[in-house]
């Protein structure tokens, strides 16, 4: 029998207990992963001085490049599958992760707070209600200290609606073959993700739903939070947002 979780963890996402071991193949698209990185080593530079926190840092996709970049990382998931994969990394041991839920993330063991608290690769619209999303700003804001960052990334609406995703298959190096097609309910503001995995002549599917917000509706939640915007780019590579960008990174800063 695994061990009872606290009550307040959601339920380990449908994805996460079936392709833990998968998961850095599949969501890592190519490049993506150095370009988040490198954005966020620039950011603390900029940032007071402090640990951050990633919400939904999953495997350690993220987090273990920026602690080989001698960055403190902490973590939030409530996937324990997806956290094993990452203990099992080298270095994944040293990454304090609380497993809950990052709509009320932990608090810093350092009295100050976090200096950034992230959320990447789409992570914040699995928070499927506005409701959700509202508490999670708040309490990021809550667990910053002065100065202190929160970072996210997001579909722009538009593009999510304009741009047909089709049905593709995933890059998976080879190991599995997994087709993706995405369905967007504007009526509910979400969309789903399902995922058709073939491998080792089993098919599964796998349906991931999240809730999309246009930038100024995130701008809200971020001002009922006490936070204020410094900076939105086009992307992790910092470039600036454009018409034609399908995603933005938004830089959100508790003032001192
Ligand atoms: C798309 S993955 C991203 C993982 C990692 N941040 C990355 O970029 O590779 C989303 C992660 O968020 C976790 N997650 C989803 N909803 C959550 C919630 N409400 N609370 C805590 N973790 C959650 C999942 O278990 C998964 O590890």
């Not at 029998?1 to 190519?30: C, S, T």
């Not at 080298?90 to 950034?116: K, L, M």
């Not at 204020?228 to 947002?241: E, I, K, Q």
């Amino acid at each position: 029998m695994p061990p009872a979780l606290p009550q307040d963890v959601p339920p380990e996402a449908a994805y996460a207990r079936h392709i833990a071991d998968r998961y850095d193949d599949w969501f890592a698209a190519a490049g993506a992963t150095d370009a988040t990185v490198g954005f966020l080593v620039s950011l603390a530079a900029e940032a007071p001085p402090g640990p951050l926190l990633e919400l939904g840092i999953g495997a350690g996709r993220v987090a273990l490049p920026l602690a080989r970049h001698g960055l403190a990382v902490h973590g939030v998931d409530s996937s324990p599958q997806l956290v094993a994969q990452l203990r099992a990394e080298p270095g994944g041991r040293d990454i304090p992760v609380t497993i809950g839920d990052f709509a009320a993330p932990p608090t810093a063991d350092e009295s100050g707070g976090y200096a950034i608290v992230y959320v990447a690769n789409g992570t914040f619209g699995e928070l499927t209600t506005q409701a959700g999303q509202l508490a999670c700003f708040a309490n990021a804001a809550r667990r910053l200290r002065p100065g202190g960052l929160f970072v996210l990334d997001a579909h722009l609406p538009e593009a999510l609606a304009t741009v047909p995703s089709g049905t593709r298959p995933v890059d998976t190096s080879g190991l599995d073959f997994v087709l993706r097609t995405r369905t967007v309910h504007p009526a509910q503001q979400r969309y789903v993700s399902d995922y058709v995995v073939l491998d080792d002549d089993r098919l599964r599917h796998v349906r991931i739903t999240f809730r999309y917000a246009s930038p100024g509706e995130l701008d809200l939640m971020a001002a009922a939070a006490g936070l204020r915007l410094r900076h939105r780019a086009g992307g992790w590579s910092g470039a600036r947002l454009k018409d034609t960008s399908s995603y933005h990174v938004s830089v959100y800063e508790r003032p001192v």
